[in-house]
């Protein structure tokens, strides 16, 4: 081994904490952003495989009956590939306890396509259900076992062939006011149109279409209303819930991965810099030993150099191997919770890598430059310390007003971080990094319970909503409406025309004041008045709209268009649509049809009633969410472990190189009398009011960063910023004041180890 590698290796042992140090900051930094990229990308790419291996379809139509001859008429249509009808229809699983099944009809499955999870291949001459494999593993159903459902009147028992997940079920939920799948109470089952019990009365509703040029899917959707009359909508993927919601997760994710992996990376690697460049500054008598004694500038600079770089290339290997198969993996088995694919795996994009190996070679340019400007000085200049270039006016402060009264350990701290800026500046970005994270992990947490608060407590202002059936009487609506009271909705799908461009949306027609509430910008409730259209903000914003403009819409299988004038802005956490009372629907000349009704009666024990599909209370409605909330809480806990380990690192680091960089002045404080204790002061002092800066800055930073992932990361169709509650804030402050005062009481017990012969001399 030569002798430079022995001196690595001493080097190494002698200040094995901050080499530790670096490691760790690298680790982390690399193991947080290849962590995130790898479930993020996993679900990416592994969904793109999977809607391309089971072929999803491009389009859907829904209608009343499509005939044979609508489906041959749909496949002679230029740029369509392949066309299937189905007949889609909730049914209620028997012997299990509130649990709906979207049952589906089908004549074949060659567009979205079944993935057999357990089990049979389908075909149109079996007899049986494949079901969800989700659903199945929560009801602790199998391949072989007969379930019984019920539609109507009609009671069907089949048996179990297989266990599936289907591409346009990845993402399914019971009804649009639930959030979150639990694969509970809600799943999918496919059958044969063979099995369906009335086959001289068969109806199919929907049609799905694959095409062959993606690029021209406006111009086949066109083609497609011009030419099947009997089409009431023709959407895309992008109108798919399924489709969206699961696309809307990945860019959030996105978003939380470009602000997290940021903000980890940026502070790790600003102190790992510094550090890097601080330790071969202290190193200048050695490397003026070295040319002294006849060594080669390259050869000095490849010794150095070599510091930095096996340990960041050490640490981000070991971040990027950990970071996809620990964090990676964690993150994505959670996601799997809620979303149906077969198989997932965390992927390392190549940019990934990049930035790993970007992070070693900044380290190693920057030991090189330090190692560098020293090299440029002669051996005998090497050999000398380093005076510090600053000026004595730079420092008049401390001797002039409330300074030049204030205690010496005031004035030698105010000195000191003048003399070295760049530790102090290091010090603070620390700080300010570990609080920020602190208030970002509390915060999101009071932000999803304030949405929880709202969408719940304030515009859900019931306790049960009955979901009516589409062919209900109106003598059963009547029965409904005296029992449970008359406060109803309808939902309509329409399309809004915004300029040359018609999008899919959402109508709410309300006639249940006193139940479903309206709130403006500042969260107060609104009411809703009878001669207009309201949008909500968000919808606004997206069509440059304003109170007193116009919007165009019709609803889907009616083409009459109609323009009403914008009387208000409403603002809803979860759903962005149009909103308008029953009276002025009406004045419309359109017929209202409830399909919703909401009361406060208990309904627990009620399992059907008469011309209804679904009996949902409002405490259901939040258990996706509360599941959801769960999930997030084991992601904050461990960012708030991340972030207090990586601010714990960073401080305790910058806190070694500035008692390393002080032994000199200690020592000589020690020489004028005194005390160990007065000088721990000093050192803690001085840690203090930069923690205390970093905190001030982290805090509101902190806001800023939760307000961002919220408005940025979160779908279209959600709307609401940070909201942190004081005892968040509270938390960061104490968490961050912890981690600093705990570091700063270990580094100042070494003043009385400092030798101060050795620390004097050594300057000499």
């Known amino acids: 081994m030569s002798r430079l590698n022995k001196k690595i290796l001493r080097e190494i042992r002698l200040n094995k904490m901050q080499f530790f140090n670096i490691f760790i900051m690298v680790f982390l930094g690399v193991f947080v952003f290849a962590g995130v990229h790898a479930y993020m990308d996993g679900m990416k790419i592994s969904g793109d495989k999977y809607y391309e291996s089971n072929n999803l379809q491009d389009i859907w139509l829904s209608g009343e009956n499509f005939t044979d001859e609508d489906l041959k008429n749909v496949k002679e249509i230029s740029n369509v590939k ?22 589906n009809f089908i004549e074949t499955n060659e567009i979205s396509k079944m993935y057999i999870v357990d089990g049979e291949e389908f075909s149109k001459d079996k007899k049986g259900v494949w079901l969800d494999s989700y659903l199945a593993k929560n009801l602790d159903l199998k391949v072989g076992d007969e379930i019984t459902f019920k539609y109507k009147d009609y009671e069907m028992k089949e048996k179990i062939l297989g266990l599936i997940t289907v591409p346009d079920h990845i993402y399914s939920v019971k009804d649009e006011s639930t959030i979150f799948p639990t694969h509970k109470d809600f799943g999918f089952i496919y059958l044969s149109v063979n099995e369906f019990p009335i086959q001289d009365y068969m109806i199919y509703n929907q049609i799905i279409v ?31 819930s399924s489709y969206q919601s699961y696309n809307s997760e990945i860019e959030e994710g996105e978003t939380y991965s470009k602000v997290f992996t940021f903000l980890f990376l940026f502070i790790a690697i600003l102190s790992v810099v510094t550090t890097m460049n601080r330790f071969v500054k202290r190193q200048r008598t050695q490397i003026g030993t070295l040319k002294a004694l006849g060594f080669k500038n390259r050869k000095i600079i490849k010794h150095y150099v070599s510091y930095g770089f096996y340990v960041s290339l050490l640490a981000s290997i070991l971040g990027l191997i950990l970071g996809k198969y620990v964090l990676g993996t964690f993150f994505l088995n959670m996601e799997a919770q809620y979303f149906e694919i077969p198989v997932y795996n965390t992927i390392l994009i190549s940019s990934v890598y990049i930035l790993a190996i ?3 070679v900044l380290i190693t340019i920057v030991t090189y430059l330090s190692c560098r400007g020293i090299l440029k000085e002669s051996a005998v200049e090497a050999l000398r310390t380093e005076i510090p270039k600053v000026k004595n006016t730079k420092f008049d402060l401390t001797t002039k007003g ?14 000191d971080i003048g003399r070295n800026k760049s530790r102090s500046i290091m010090a603070v970005v620390g700080i300010i990094g570990c609080t920020m994270l602190l208030v970002c992990a509390f915060g999101m947490l009071d932000t999803m319970n304030s949405y929880l608060d709202w969408e719940f407590n304030k515009i859900s202002n019931f306790e049960y909503k009955l979901s009516l059936s589409n062919n209900y009487t109106n ?20 399309e809004i025309k915004n300029g040359d461009k018609k999008e899919a949306n959402t109508l709410v027609v309300n006639d249940a004041k006193d139940y479903l509430k309206y709130t403006n910008h500042n969260r107060e409730y609104m009411d809703l008045k009878d001669d207009g259209i309201y949008i909500t903000e968000k919808l606004s914003e997206k069509y440059n709209l304003n109170i007193g403009d116009t919007i165009s819409w019709h609803i889907f299988g009616d083409n009459t268009w109609y323009t009403c004038k914008i009387v208000g802005l409403n603002r809803d956490p979860q759903n962005q649509n149009l909103n308008m009372t029953r009276k002025y629907y009406e004045t419309l000349g359109l017929t209202y049809r409830a399909d919703s009704l909401y009361t406060d009666e208990n309904l627990s024990e ?24 769960d999930t997030m809480k084991t992601m904050i806990t461990i960012l708030i472990v991340v972030s207090a ?20 002045q200690f ?16 050192f803690i002092k001085q840690n203090l009011w930069l923690s205390i800066i970093g905190i001030v800055l982290g805090l509101p930073l902190g806001f800023i960063m939760v307000d961002y992932i919220f408005k940025s990361a979160l779908g279209e169709n959600y709307d609401f910023s940070a909201s942190i509650k004081p005892l968040s804030y509270l938390l960061a402050v104490g968490g961050s004041l912890i981690v600093a005062i705990f570091v700063n009481k270990v580094l100042s017990r070494k003043v009385k180890t400092i030798d101060m012969v050795t620390s004097l001399k050594g300057n000499e």
Do not use: C
């Open 358 to 360: 970007i992070v070693v």
């Open 210 to 240: 694959d095409i062959d040029d993606t690029d021209k899917i406006d111009e086949t959707k066109r083609n497609i209303e011009n030419n099947i009359k009997s089409a009431i909508a023709v959407t895309d993927r992008n109108a798919s």
């Open 606 to 629: 009620t399992k059907s009633l008469d011309g209804v599909d679904i009996i949902q209370s409002k405490a259901n409605l939040q258990e996706g969410m509360e599941s959801m909330l």
């Open 475 to 494: 003598e059963q609506l009547e029965k409904l409406t005296d029992k449970y009271g008359k406060s109803t909705s309808e939902t309509l799908g329409i």
């Open 667 to 682: 020592a000589t404080l020690k020489v004028l009398g005194f005390k160990n204790q007065q000088i721990k002061k000093i």
């Open 645 to 664: 380990i990586l601010g714990f690192v960073i401080i305790y680091n910058l806190g070694i190189l500035s008692f390393t960089e002080k032994q000199y």
């Open 82 to 103: 392949n066309a299937e009808r189905i007949l889609n229809i909730r049914t209620e699983l028997e012997n299990y306890k509130d649990v709906s099944l979207d049952t």
């Open 402 to 415: 409330i300074f030049k009264k204030s205690s010496i350990s005031t004035r030698w701290n105010l000195r």
